[in-house]
């Protein structure tokens, strides 16, 4: 069965290929999140990328089964679940703009009074988990979310990385001053330490790059997707993934790239062509913005080769 855009699965495993070997021998490969500990002790020389197509094939290239933390890539999955229980009254209590400031900005929080600017940025990520923890214990959103990804991928062997999330509670403070001050202007209903502990655990789910590329499948309007989310909230998902999933390199990776896209500090991102293919990359070294270095390159490049663009 041919890819899209007449490419067959021969011509994207070259095409990956070709790039793996190109991210090989990058000399420039970004820093590693060094805040976090248990990341700082992630090498910067990994690289992998899978592209999951409509038709159901799955390629790959570099160490993509090795799993890694995803980290803020969580945030999609998340909002996915918080808009199938809310709807659009979740953008009463956080925007769908983009930030322009970095993605744990206390200014810009304080300056729009407790409402964060969108969903991706640390502080509206914290909206999102404290709403779908509202009238929850925090064991059953996690678990709900990894159902949710389990769900996406077709595996089950996806769990969250206890020492990460360990790690993060150590040392998030910042985290925590943003959760605090939203509870101080009322768009926080669960206690700070509550809401921050849930989404330490969201963010330090453990996967490979390849069931990262499968639990994407959705987002392009794969066969099934609506069991998870319906046409209309995809939409919006790959709209606010375009405009607001790389923080303040939001509009860079949308100009070299032309494709919806997440990232996490962990060095992942998720990127979909939708109707087309859903694409993970991995590469732990990090740009000035937060996100993966090689792993925008690589997009880049596999976007120029295939014809993948949401501009056409």
Avoid at 70 to 89: E, M, N, W
Avoid at 218 to 232: N, Q, Y
Avoid at 248 to 262: C, I, N, T
């Amino acid at each position: 069965m041919a890819a899209p855009l007449g490419l067959t699965p021969a011509d994207l495993q070259h095409i990956l290929d070709r790039i793996g070997a190109e991210m090989a021998s990058a000399p420039d490969r970004g820093r590693v999140a060094d805040y976090i500990p248990e990341l700082a002790r992630i090498s910067d020389q990994h690289f992998a990328m899978a592209i999951c197509t409509a038709d159901g094939q799955c390629l790959t290239t570099g160490a993509a089964d090795q799993p890694f933390s995803i980290q803020s890539i969580s945030k999609v999955f998340t909002l996915a679940l918080a808009l199938g229980r809310f709807g659009d009254q979740l953008f009463a209590r956080v925007g769908r703009e983009p930030s322009g400031l970095a993605f744990n900005s206390v200014v810009q929080l304080e300056s729009e009074q407790g409402i964060p600017r969108n969903p991706f940025i640390n502080a509206g990520a914290l909206v999102v988990t404290d709403a779908i923890l509202q009238g929850h214990q925090p064991r059953e959103v996690l678990g709900e979310i990894l159902r949710f990804v389990r769900e996406a991928a077709g595996e089950d062997d996806i769990h969250i990385n206890k020492s990460v999330a360990a790690s993060e509670a150590a040392h998030g403070h910042r985290n925590l001053a943003l959760a605090h001050f939203m509870a101080a202007q009322g768009n926080l209903k669960n206690p700070p330490e509550l809401t921050c502990g849930t989404y330490f655990h969201q963010c330090a789910i453990e996967m490979t790059t390849r069931q990262l590329a499968l639990a994407g499948r959705f987002l392009m309007g794969a066969p099934g997707a609506a069991r998870l989310v319906s046409p209309a909230r995809l939409r919006r998902i790959n709209a606010l993934m375009l405009t607001c999933g790389h923080y303040d390199g939001s509009g860079e990776f949308a100009y070299r790239v032309g494709l919806p896209g997440k990232s996490g500090v962990g060095g992942g991102i998720l990127a979909i062509a939708p109707g087309r293919a859903s694409i993970a990359v991995w590469s732990p070294g990090l740009n000035a913005q937060g996100n993966s270095q090689l792993g925008t390159l690589a997009i880049e490049r596999l976007a120029r080769a295939t014809g993948w663009s949401v501009f056409g």
